[in-house]
């Protein structure tokens, strides 16, 4: 990789990074090409980005930023990942983590608030902004629902009547 590539590498993932919530970091030591790929499928599914790139390189892309303070986890075979969904990329993460014990988490960054391994676990167990959304939809539903449902039991009742009425006379 010449100069000009890795200055368009660091440039490139500084945008990536100033665009996200939060920003985790991963040891991928031993996994294979199908699992990375695997993995980084599931991560560009919801949105987010993951990226290998040189502890350096790394560094310096997170110089300047709110995540600049955990430039100290970038020590061995490093992966990064990040996302405006900080729950989304925790919980594809853990799980992917759970499965498969070569990917180990370091911790990460949610804006300024440095996480450590535990952390990330914890916030992978919150609701996604998806699930929060949803379930917002479903409050907000529910009294409607009740309402018509309220209003159409009348006249049910109202046809029911009339039916053994109609019963009994035949």
Same mark, same amino acid.
């Given at each position: 990789?010449?100069?000009?590539?890795?200055?368009?590498?660091?440039?490139?993932?500084n945008q990536s990074v100033?665009?996200?919530?939060?920003?985790?970091?991963?040891?991928?030591?031993?996994?294979?090409?199908?699992?990375?790929?695997?993995?980084?499928?599931?991560?560009?599914?919801?949105?987010?980005?993951?990226?290998?790139?040189?502890?350096?390189?790394?560094?310096?892309?997170?110089?300047?930023?709110?995540?600049?303070?955990?430039?100290?986890?970038?020590?061995?075979?490093? @992966?990064?990942?990040?996302?405006?969904?900080?729950?989304? /990329? #925790?919980? =594809?993460?853990?799980?992917? $983590? *759970? !499965?498969?014990?070569?990917?180990?988490?370091?911790?990460?960054?949610?804006?300024?608030?440095?996480?450590?391994?535990?952390?990330?676990?914890?916030?992978?167990?919150?609701?996604?902004?998806?699930?929060?959304?949803?379930?917002?939809?479903?409050?907000?539903?529910?009294?409607?629902?009740?309402? @018509?449902?309220?209003?159409?039991?009348?006249?049910?009742? /109202? #046809?029911? =009547?009339?039916?053994?009425? $109609? *019963? !009994?006379?035949?």
């Open positions: 990789m010449n100069r000009t590539e890795k200055k368009q590498l660091i440039e490139t993932l100033l665009a996200s919530s939060v920003v985790l970091v991963a040891h991928y030591k031993g996994l294979t090409v199908a699992e990375m790929t695997a993995l980084r499928i599931k991560i560009r599914e919801i949105g987010a980005g993951f990226k290998v790139a040189k502890n350096k390189l790394s560094q310096l892309a997170l110089a300047g930023t709110p995540f600049e303070q955990i430039s100290t986890m970038f020590v061995g075979p490093t @992966a990064i990942a990040y996302s405006s969904d900080p729950v989304a /990329v #925790a919980k =594809v993460l853990t799980e992917f $983590a *759970k !499965a498969n014990d070569k990917l180990v988490m370091l911790g990460g960054a949610f804006g300024a608030t440095l996480l450590d391994a535990k952390a990330v676990v914890e916030l992978s167990k919150l609701p996604s902004l998806d699930e929060l959304r949803a379930k917002i939809v479903g409050l907000i539903n529910a009294p409607a629902t009740r309402i @018509a449902g309220i209003l159409q039991a009348p006249a049910g009742q /109202v #046809a029911r =009547v009339i039916g053994a009425h $109609a *019963k !009994a006379a035949a």
